[in-house]
Antibody, heavy 121, light 108 residues
Framework: EVQLVESGGGEVQPGESLRLSCVGS????????MHWVRQVPGKGLVWVSR????????SYADSVKGRFTVSRDNAKNALYLQMNNLRVEDTAIYYC??????????????WGQGIAVTVSP | DVQLTQSPSSLAASIGDTVTITCRAS??????LSWYQQRPGRAPKLLIY???ALHSGVPSRFSGSGSETDFTLTISSLQPEDFASYFC??????????FGQGTKVEIK
C-alpha cells in the first residue's frame, strides 16, 4: 500500500521553529516530486512547497519563502519541512503529498493523514 | 499565476441526485486538472486526474470533463458517502499549484 505518514507537528509561539517529517512507503520514493500542502481547518487548501526527485530544486509559496525549507533524504524515504520564524497565520493542518504523473499530466496522490501545527502567543 | 474559480461554494442535494461542480481557470491549462474529495477530518483523496481520467478504485458515478479553461466534476446518483467537500487543482503552470476554493455537498 502506498502511504505517507507525517510527524513533528505541535504548538509553538510566534517566532519559534518546527520541523515536520514525512515517511513514504509502498513506492519508489526517489522517483517522485514531493509537496507540502496546508489547510486551515474549515478553509481551503494552499500549496506550500515542492521538491524535485533528486533532493535539489525546491519551490515555495510566497507566503513561506525565506522562512520554510523543504528537504528530503531518499535513503530514508523521508521528506522534511523546516519551518522557522513561525507566524500565527501558519497555523494549519500540513499534508505531505506525492505528485504522481503520466504522459498526460500530474496530480496529487496519495496524501498523508495531515499533522497539526499551531502557532499561538 | 493561474487562478481557479470553483463553483458553487456549497450545494444541497438528495440521495440519487446528479450534481455538477465547475472549475474555471484564468488561462489555458490544457487538461492538467484534477479533482479531490475530502470528508470532514480526513485527508483529501484523488477522484479524477487529467481532467477526465477516473482514479483506480473510484466509483464510476464520478466523472470529469473539460479542457483548457472550463472543467466539470459530475456525481451521478449521489450516495450517502458522497456528502463531502470537493476541490480542483491545476498542475499545468507551476509553481504555484492552484486550488479551487472548494465545494461542500450537503444533504438536502
Amino acid at each position: 500500500e502506498v502511504q505517507l505518514v507525517e510527524s513533528g507537528g505541535g504548538e509553538v509561539q510566534p517566532g519559534e521553529s518546527l520541523r515536520l517529517s514525512c515517511v513514504g512507503s509502498g513506492f519508489t520514493f526517489n522517483s517522485y516530486w514531493m509537496h507540502w500542502v496546508r489547510q486551515v481547518p474549515g478553509k481551503g487548501l494552499v500549496w506550500v512547497s515542492r521538491i524535485f526527485r533528486d533532493e535539489k530544486g525546491a519551490s515555495y509559496a510566497d507566503s513561506v519563502k525565506g522562512r520554510f525549507t523543504v528537504s528530503r533524504d531518499n535513503a530514508k524515504n523521508a521528506l522534511y519541512l523546516q519551518m522557522n520564524n513561525l507566524r500565527v497565520e501558519d497555523t494549519a493542518i500540513y499534508y505531505c503529498v506525492r505528485e504522481d504523473y503520466s504522459n498526460s499530466g500530474f496530480w496529487f496522490d496519495p496524501w498523508g493523514q495531515g499533522i497539526a501545527v499551531t502557532v499561538s502567543p | 499565476d493561474v487562478q481557479l474559480t470553483q463553483s458553487p461554494s456549497s450545494l444541497a442535494a438528495s440521495i440519487g441526485d446528479t450534481v455538477t461542480i465547475t472549475c474555471r481557470a484564468s488561462q489555458n491549462i490544457k487538461n492538467y486538472l484534477s479533482w479531490y474529495q475530502q470528508r470532514p477530518g480526513r485527508a483529501p483523496k484523488l477522484l479524477i486526474y487529467s481532467a477526465s481520467a477516473l482514479h483506480s478504485g473510484v466509483p464510476s458515478r464520478f466523472s470529469g470533463s473539460g479542457s483548457e479553461t472550463d472543467f466539470t466534476l459530475t456525481i451521478s446518483s449521489l450516495q450517502p458517502e458522497d456528502f463531502a467537500s470537493y476541490f480542483c487543482v491545476q498542475s499545468y503552470d507551476t509553481p504555484p499549484y492552484s486550488f479551487g476554493q472548494g465545494t461542500k455537498v450537503e444533504i438536502k
